[in-house]
């Protein structure tokens, strides 16, 4: 077989890599927010709730991860009388927005905790509330330092999409192992998974990269 034949299958494939990360990353990124302040708040329950997703997500690995939403959990659900079954694309979405979140978390606890302490003092000199503190002080300085991070996480998440092919979700990683089985041809088909992979990579981080310059001109413009 020609090598151009490679291409159609394949570009369907990246096409749901694509969707994959982009519907990770979002996921990734609320939990990031939500449990970066989460582990930060003085409510006792939500900071546990934090910590404990924070520390299990961080501490195992995303293939078990990923393998324990799709095969244990049904079989969980399925001793409690609950079906918890779901299509391969939403346990690979929930996996990786699950273990990118986790990281991101704590990226948002260290850039929030770094911003100044006289922020804080000034902020209840002015008498705003914790919320307000949050939102008009802490947030706005704290982003811009999060960017480059939150842009290597991007990144990351991207490459770990290729573990969803072990749950028979044909990406980029599932279309590529099954012209190679039928063609044998490695070298050429996996040659030109690297450079999707790495033309994927560079338009994420271009992008990124836009985001963190927008970021950097919303904070100098005081906004």
Known sequence: MEWTSYLAPLLEGAWVTVQITIYSTILGAI?????????????????????????????????????????????????????????????GVAALGLNIGS????????????????????????????????????????????????GNLAVQNLKDTALVSLISLSDLAFRAEHIRNYTQDSTTVYTLVLFMYFGMALVLMALMKWLERFVGRWRAAGR
């Open 103 to 150: 990281y991101g978390a704590e990226v948002v606890r260290g850039a929030i905790q770094s911003v100044a302490h006289e922020q804080y003092e000034a902020a209840k000199a002015l008498n705003f509330t914790p919320r307000q503190t949050l939102w008009r002080i802490s947030l706005p300085q704290a982003i811009p330092e999060m960017m480059p991070t939150f």
């Open 31 to 91: 939990l990031a927010f939500a449990c970066g302040i989460g582990k930060l708040s003085p409510n006792i329950l939500i900071k546990s709730v934090s910590v404990a997703y924070i520390e299990i997500f961080r501490g195992t690995s995303l293939l078990v991860q990923l393998f324990w939403l799709y095969f244990a959990l049904p079989l969980v659900g399925q001793a409690i009388g609950i079906d918890l079954r779901f299509p391969p694309v939403v346990v």
